[in-house]
């Protein structure tokens, strides 16, 4: 008896392949980077190439998390998607603060990449990839519906992550000091991280109806064994952690050789680079009409970098002795508060088009002008 065909399968090799996915071919980044790093010892170029090289492999990581995610719960799943969907901010911001913990020579603009980075993925997200996606889905669909409910809690918790960094600032305005600031700091992020354990309890389990989707689709079969799936994801991991490694080191020097401001490096050049796969993602399906997908990448990913990852690296900093607040800056928060308003208002009716896509978009290249002027 001829056994029923199965759905093919991809194996480790074949998922790095250019002809699997075309952004693959930018791995070639990587031998390259290693050339410039270990061989050339030419900073600049190790600096470019390792932020092109991540590009491709966050998009591996993605593929491998969601072929994991296809063989478990809906709950376990969602944790998975939410874990590993910012897994490069976490690496990059992560070893920043390692390296501020070993080498005190760097460890001021460490910090500096470490804050920017994160509050340029949450603009990011907010501004130019809902804009993308509103800009995009609006000139395909005139005019495009989400559910609004489940887009409610995310603003709600966006907006206290705002507040857990306004405060911060009001103490330094008000003449606090930086100890103080600091501790005070540490324990909002102890507080945000509560609040995010019980906004997944409440997302994923006890009113998980509330973010079900009408959208309709089907039961996606995995196209990786779960051995090739949990190998592909950590060879990914290791090589964005080796670019990472080597795109941190080399900040300092290529923000003095290219003539960039760090702060623009970490607001604007690292979020980008490291989101563009999942970026590109989010447009695609909103031109698809798919928003509430669309909107789950783009209002999810900056929920889980304010609410998740931003106190999650204040936490582990405490414990490696370094000295990073909440306190990101004027200019830093005020484009994080005004970015919430923004978005949160042009989402409040549950519905979008065109024009309020081009709108967020003014807005990211007002804030990123400002960043290149800093």
């Known amino acids: 008896m001829i056994a029923m065909s199965e759905t093919p399968k991809i194996g480790v090799?074949?998922?790095f392949s250019p002809f699997e996915n075309k952004l693959n071919w930018l791995l070639v980044a990587v031998p390259v980077t290693i050339y410039f790093s270990l061989i050339s010892k030419n900073t600049e170029m190790s600096f470019v190439f390792s932020m092109i090289a991540i590009m491709p492999l966050a998009l591996l990581m993605g593929h491998a998390t969601e072929e994991i995610a296809l063989r478990t719960s809906e709950s376990i799943g969602g944790l998975l998607n939410a874990t590993f969907g910012n897994a490069v901010e976490i690496i990059i911001a992560g070893l920043a603060i390692y390296t501020a913990a070993t080498q005190a020579d760097q460890a001021e603009t460490m910090i500096i990449v470490v804050q920017a980075s994160l509050i340029g993925s949450i603009l990011g997200n907010l501004l130019l990839v809902l804009g993308l996606a509103?800009?995009?889905?609006?000139?395909?669909?005139?005019?495009?519906t989400f559910n609004q409910p489940a887009l409610n809690m995310s603003g709600s918790l966006m907006l206290i992550a705002v507040l857990a960094m306004l405060i911060p600032a009001a103490v330094k305005i008000g003449g606090g000091k930086v100890d103080d600031i600091v501790e005070l700091s540490r324990y909002a992020a102890l507080v945000l991280l509560i609040i995010y354990g019980l906004a997944l309890l409440f997302q994923l389990k006890t009113h998980s109806h509330i973010f079900a989707s009408d959208e309709e689709g089907h039961h996606e079969e995995p196209k990786m064994t779960n051995k090739d799936a949990w190998t592909l994801l950590i060879l990914a991991t290791v090589l964005v952690g080796w670019m990472a490694e080597i795109l941190v080191h080399s900040i300092d020097d290529a923000a003095t050789e290219l003539k960039l401001p760090t702060l623009f490096i970490g607001v604007i050049l690292l979020p980008f680079f490291g989101n563009a796969a999942?970026?590109?993602?989010?447009?695609?399906?909103?031109?698809?009409?798919?928003?509430d997908l669309s909107l789950a990448i783009a209002i999810g990913s900056s929920v889980q970098i304010a609410?998740?990852?931003a106190p999650l690296m204040v936490v582990f900093a405490w414990l490696m002795g370094v000295d990073l607040s909440l306190e990101f800056g004027p200019l830093e928060t005020a484009a994080t508060f005004i970015s919430v308003l923004v978005a949160n208002s042009i989402l409040r009716d549950g519905t979008t088009n065109w024009l309020e896509g081009a709108m967020l978009l003014a807005c990211y290249i007002i804030l990123g002008l400002s960043f290149w002027m800093m």
């Open 13 to 15: 090799l074949q998922a």
């Open 307 to 309: 609410v998740f990852v």
């Open 278 to 291: 999942e970026h590109f993602t989010a447009v695609i399906v909103a031109g698809k009409n798919k928003m």
């Open 134 to 144: 509103l800009l995009w889905g609006g000139i395909n669909h005139r005019k495009q």
